[in-house]
């Protein structure tokens, strides 16, 4: 039995140049939840190779997620706002004004220690993604092969759950974060 993890293809939105306030910050994230994927945005051959032979495909209600299902040539057979990426914290001040890379470290940073305006706490997220590893263990032992198209933090917060359940993985294809990254679990044995 196999589960592939994936992230989503890259964006068609580009991040701001000039620093922005948390207002816009919040607004510019609420414009990468809908974005789609860039459409100049090709998989890598060996991830095509690696999802090949899945028998089920789940992607999180976000474009971003069911699109690069569809770049990979797949058919999504799940659709779920479970498997979302943890929601980025909010705050609507218009003071201070920072690159949007240093407010997503920021924000995230914030969500560590328990800070989490306006979005999922870090303990409910890893609640979530416990609830995730159960599920993909589940849909894994019917289909034999399945596919989620996630999300970058979703996805490095996967890891532990399915370990604890049984799954071995490959070494990560990609970068922890980067578009189009992947790692493959897999397991034997007499319940697999």
Partial sequence: MNI???RHGP????PPTAAITSKEFGDWVSRYDEANIDAASVPPA???GAVGQAR???CSDLKRSIRSAELLNRKVDLVNALYRE?????????????????????M????????????????DFRSRTKQCASELNALAGIHRSVVLCGHGLLNNF????????GWSSTTLHGSASGHWSYRVYSRSGPDA
Avoid: Y
């Avoid at 995230?108 to 303990?123: F, P």
């Avoid at 996967?158 to 359940?165: A, D, G, Q, V």
């Fill in 4 to 6: 592939t993890v994936l």
């Fill in 11 to 14: 964006v068609d939105l580009q």
């Fill in 46 to 48: 060996a991830l095509l």
């Fill in 56 to 58: 089920f495909v789940i």
């Fill in 86 to 106: 943890c929601e980025m914290p909010r705050f609507t001040g218009e003071r201070i004004k920072l690159p949007v890379n240093i407010w997503m470290t920021s």
């Fill in 108 to 123: 995230r940073a914030a969500q560590c220690v328990g800070i989490h305006a306006n979005a999922e706490s870090l303990s």
């Fill in 158 to 165: 996967l890891h532990k759950p399915l370990r604890k359940l």
